[in-house]
T-cell receptor
């Protein structure tokens, strides 16, 4: 069964450093998302992406965040200058052209900012 | 924007008994309501979903009900088993294909032996 894959599974970085989290969505999917989950809290929407542009972004997704689909398969989330409060699990998700709207989540990338 | 409220935040149930988790949503345009189960350190896994043209859906021991007028939806797990212990999230999504899913705060379900 096709899956959304994410790398790295865990990244430790120093505050102020740039981080890139990578995702490979399911191949025939058209809609891509990043979500964040701080430990013990709910899954929060960051950004949605369709047709090579951002469809919607949340208040969390400020100027330090950016997304890109550089090569037609990868979908990346860049955090320009990490802060302690960026420590969280970041989930990539994708959905297909079907009517259900079901989101398929990747395994997540755990980001620890020291 | 959409807001999803979920109760209770924690629920302890004796093995074999039923568990009920309730959610409300604010945006009447939402028409897709998935439920996710998340085990510690893992990704959310879809366990059941319901669309707004249906009032109830059942899959073995899991059922979901939707009251669109009241903007309530609930998850029912019958004959609970130890492996049902996890965090459960309700969520809501609008009718457009690229609409985001908004999650509730989650319910930590403990199945007691």
């Amino acid at each position: 069964e096709p899956e959304v894959t994410q790398t790295p599974s865990h990244q430790v970085t120093q505050m102020g450093q740039e981080v890139i989290l990578r995702c490979v969505p399911i191949s025939n999917h058209l809609y891509f998302y990043w979500y964040r989950q701080i430990l013990g809290q709910k899954v929060e929407f960051l950004v949605s992406f369709y047709n090579n542009e951002i469809s919607e972004k949340s208040e969390i997704f400020d100027d330090q965040f950016s997304v890109e689909r550089p090569d037609g398969s990868n979908f990346t989330l860049k955090i320009r200058s990490t802060k302690l409060e960026d420590s969280a699990m970041y989930f990539c998700a994708s959905s297909g052209p079907g009517a259900t709207g079901e989101l398929f989540f990747g395994e997540g990338s755990r980001l620890t900012v020291l | 924007g959409e807001n999803v409220e979920q109760h209770p935040s924690t629920l302890s149930v004796q093995e074999g008994d039923s568990a009920v988790i309730k959610c409300t949503y604010s945006d009447s345009a939402s028409n897709y309501f998935p439920w996710y189960k998340q085990e510690l350190g893992k990704r959310p896994q879809l366990i059941i979903d319901i669309r707004s043209n249906v009032g109830e859906k059942k899959d073995q021991r899991i059922a979901v009900t939707l009251n669109k007028t009241a903007k309530h939806f609930s998850l029912h797990i019958t004959e609970t088993q130890p492996e049902d212990s996890a965090v459960y999230f309700c969520a809501a999504k609008g009718m457009n294909r690229d609409d985001k899913i908004i999650f509730g705060k989650g319910t930590r379900l403990h199945i007691l032996p």
